[in-house]
């Protein structure tokens, strides 16, 4: 069964300019995460999609940062303009469900991005 | 909101020693999963262990949710052991994982 893919696996930018990442969650799985790591830290979330609908974007800097899942299966994160503090790697996820008994919401993650603003 | 402390914050071992790391957790949860990122940032499904013993080769996990801590033992180490340790617990009334700390393991050999 294939993982999670992401793509880029690398990027370079300088600040103010756009970037996107994309991401294709293991086939089947519903609930599809972005999590945010800056060096040194553990992933934090930006943002949780059942389907195609958002169900948590609590943490995410909407002024800069978007994001879509139009047909519930591969998702798009985007960052316009980019700053330096948003060097970091990001690391999408999916599970077969958000909720529910477990194991339906053990999450698997992707190779992740990195990404370095200049 | 709920806090996820994770001790040692780092541990280095001679190739061959055994080690435990903990994860406290704040509130109750009904799922706890441990991760390993490799020095190349991949961050590696250990263990689902939401309560309970489990075991998977030389790694094994015991999650006691009662007490709200969980416990990752590491047994003959090897180099390729090497990397940070995560654990992560979903936040109240969501999925999404808040993670710990981490605990950065080195084994020399």
């Known amino acids: 069964e294939a993982g999670v893919a992401q793509s880029p696996r690398y990027k370079i930018i300088e600040k103010r300019q756009s970037v996107a990442f994309w991401c294709n969650p293991i086939s089947g799985h519903a609930t599809l995460y972005w999590y945010q790591q800056i060096l040194g830290q553990g992933p934090k979330l930006l943002i949780q999609f059942q389907n195609n609908g958002v169900v948590d974007d609590s943490q995410l800097p909407k002024d800069r940062f978007s994001a879509e899942r139009l047909k519930g299966v591969d998702s798009t994160l985007k960052i316009q303009p980019a700053k330096l503090e948003d060097s970091a790697v990001y690391l999408c996820?999916?599970?077969?469900?958000?909720?529910?008994?477990?194991?339906?919401?053990?999450?698997?993650f992707g190779p992740g991005t990195r990404l370095t603003v200049l | 909101g709920i806090q996820v402390e994770q001790s040692p914050p780092d541990l280095i071992l001679q190739e061959g020693a055994n080690s435990t790391l903990r994860c406290n957790f704040s509130?109750?949860?009904?799922?706890l999963q441990w991760f390993h990122q490799n020095p190349w940032g991949q961050l590696i499904n250990l263990f689902y262990?939401?309560?309970g013993t489990k075991q998977n080769g030389r790694l094994s996990a015991t999650t006691v949710a009662t007490e709200r801590y969980s416990l990752l033992y590491i047994s003959s180490s090897q180099t390729t052991d090497s990397g940070v340790y995560f654990c992560a617990v979903p936040r109240a009334g969501a999925n999404n994982l808040f993670f710990g700390t981490g605990t950065r393991l080195t084994v020399i050999p």
């Open positions: 996820a999916s599970s077969l469900y958000g909720s529910g008994r477990p194991p339906y919401n053990e999450q698997f």
């Open positions: 262990i939401p309560s």
């Open positions: 509130d109750s949860v009904n799922n």
